[in-house]
């Protein structure tokens, strides 16, 4: 069973780049999703199958996913991006599952 | 737009039973695979349940299987939760969760509604 591992905590002072880690053995073998969740709010999907953007999402978020760690990068990040932000894969099988990364809580500066 | 709506959420004993629901509006509720996510309080998300379109297929994270019941009426556009034996490290927000993609599994979420509190204490 996967256990995704992501940094506690990630800092960017505005209009630079963040990049949250999600890693795992193999992880590049699978799609891996990202979802942002504000204080209060419920989560929301920014990236889905490693790298494509739902409608409604700015540019600024794009993913990637290559051997042991998938990345999601944040562009220019504004003060509206301060979050936790959360990887997530499925295990599809006879008995699938659904697994989600510990969270990456990030802070702009 | 697509909404979801949960209630059913507050405050049950330690060996107790509650029952969620999840009202959905805005698109073809019979067509997708419906899950329920939860969150405990300062927490990470957990996968909880899905069922598929018809209801014909369930799957439980190992947690809760064996005490928590997924179904879904979808004349009603109504998903449910069953939820029994109840123990401390069930209180969470119960989030309401949909699939992407009519009449599939895709592993992962387009949209979340805004979640139900459950509290077990004695």
């Known amino acids: 069973s996967y256990v995704l591992t992501q940094p506690p905590s990630v800092s960017v002072a505005p209009g630079q780049t963040a990049r949250i880690a999600c890693g795992e053995n193999?992880?590049?073998?699978?799609?891996v999703h990202w979802y942002q969740q504000r204080p209060g709010q419920a989560p929301v999907l920014v990236v889905y199958?490693?790298?494509d953007r739902p409608s409604g999402i700015p540019e600024r978020f794009s993913g990637s996913n290559s051997g042991n760690t998938a990345t999601l990068t944040i562009s220019r990040v504004e003060a509206g991006d301060e979050a936790d932000y959360y990887c997530q894969v499925w295990e599809s099988s006879s008995d699938p599952h659904w697994v989600f990364g510990g969270g990456t809580k990030l802070t702009v500066l | 737009d697509v909404q979801l709506v949960e209630s059913g959420g507050g405050l049950a004993q330690p060996g107790g039973s509650l029952r969620l629901s999840c009202s959905a509006s805005g698109f073809t509720f019979s067509s997708y695979t419906m899950h329920w996510v939860r969150q405990a309080p300062g927490k990470g998300l957990e996968y909880v349940s899905a069922i598929t379109s018809n209801g014909g297929s369930t799957y439980y994270a190992d947690s809760v299987k064996g005490r928590f019941t997924i179904s879904r009426d979808n004349s009603k556009n109504t998903l449910y939760l069953q939820m029994s034996s109840l123990r401390a490290e069930d209180t969470a927000v119960y989030y309401c969760?949909?699939?992407?993609?009519?009449?599939?599994?895709?592993?992962?979420?387009?949209?979340w509604g805004q979640g139900t509190l459950v509290t077990v204490s004695s």
């Open positions: 969760v949909k699939d992407p993609q009519d009449g599939a599994l895709t592993g992962y979420f387009d949209f």
């Open positions: 199958d490693d790298s």
């Open positions: 193999n992880i590049g073998s699978k799609s």
